[in-house]
DNA sequence: CACCCGTGGGT
DNA sequence: TACCCAAGGGT
């Protein structure tokens, strides 16, 4: 097993970005919050966003008390609104269940909607410095390359665990930056396409490089094509939802020139039945 | 486990 | 232009 941690570990402390959910007494909150919005967006596009829900709700107590619409409304367009919607729910959750403190246990974190496997690891972790490995996509893509001698990981697993735990420190604050460095290798080296490995700091331990590049194709399953797709349909059901002032509008209202009615039609459904709408006297809200 | 769920920037 | 990709999670 090459040492990876300890070339991660001094190429992190010179090539980290300056990102806010890493800046000393950034709170557990706030890293939660951004979580979040990490989930399949990207930083760029999180960064502004993040600062104004955490001014707007400071605590998990205070966006509990505010309506889930709310919370849709000020996710604006970042994608998954039901990530907005968790967010809230996992925000009442910690009033109730942990008197407004977000928790530090994986398992705690793990009972929260909204919370898997990546996301209450990264918790416990970052806020909290806990010792437990952190496996995001990115994660994944370096250690397939730099242990297994793959160009792209296969499909995710809890094995990913073990294998980030076989590089980790047993010392609790270098295993957080080799987290975090994994992590951002990953992001802004070892990149899906074209990576930049001339100037990557495990390239002489990584057992791709050293097999030749081999293309061991990608087993992930293609993204569906998202012209004409329910999940359009969907976001511009929400993007009238969201907009302007209207609080309700009435169904006739609703994308009315949608090419396809049905689609229209069950994209109003599903978005009732997961919570993130409402239907009442003919019109249709965000959930109150 | 396969599939579903938004949106926008990069190539 | 199409396609790829993004700090995942729930069902």
């Known amino acids: 097993m090459p040492d990876l941690a300890t070339p991660l570990i001094a190429w992190y402390r010179e090539n980290a970005r300056d990102l806010p959910w890493r800046r000393p007494g950034f709170g557990a909150w706030g890293v939660l919050v951004s979580e979040f919005m990490l989930q399949q967006t990207p930083v760029n596009r999180v960064i502004p966003h993040l600062e104004a829900w955490l001014e707007r709700w400071p605590t998990p107590t205070a966006l509990a008390m505010d309506a889930p619409a709310d919370a849709v409304r000020q996710w604006a367009n970042l994608g998954y609104p039901r990530r907005a919607l968790w967010l809230h729910r996992a925000a009442v959750e910690i009033r109730d269940r942990h008197r407004g403190v977000v928790p530090d246990d994986v398992d705690a974190l793990l009972a929260l909607t909204g919370i898997g496997d990546y996301t209450a690891r990264a918790v416990a972790v970052f806020a909290y410095g806990s010792r437990h490995p952190v496996v995001d996509t990115n994660t994944r893509r370096v250690l397939a390359r730099a242990l297994d001698g793959r160009s792209q990981p296969g499909p995710p697993s809890k094995r990913d665990l073990a294998a980030m735990e076989s590089i980790l420190p047993a010392e609790v604050a270098a295993s957080t930056i080799v987290n975090a460095a994994a992590m951002e290798l990953g992001a802004t080296v070892c990149v899906a396409r074209s990576p930049h490995c001339e100037i990557c700091p495990v390239a002489d331990r990584c057992a791709w490089r050293a097999a030749g590049y081999p293309d061991t194709g990608d087993d ?69």
């Open 220 to 288: 992930r399953r293609k993204q569906a094509k998202y012209e004409g797709s329910d999940r359009q349909a969907r976001g511009a059901v929400l993007k009238v939802l969201r907009g302007a002032a209207a609080h309700a509008v009435p169904l006739d209202d609703v994308i009315p020139d949608w090419p396809d009615a049905l689609q229209r039609d069950r994209a109003i459904d599903s978005l009732i039945a997961d919570g993130l709408a409402e239907a009442s006297g003919g019109e249709l809200r965000l959930p109150r």
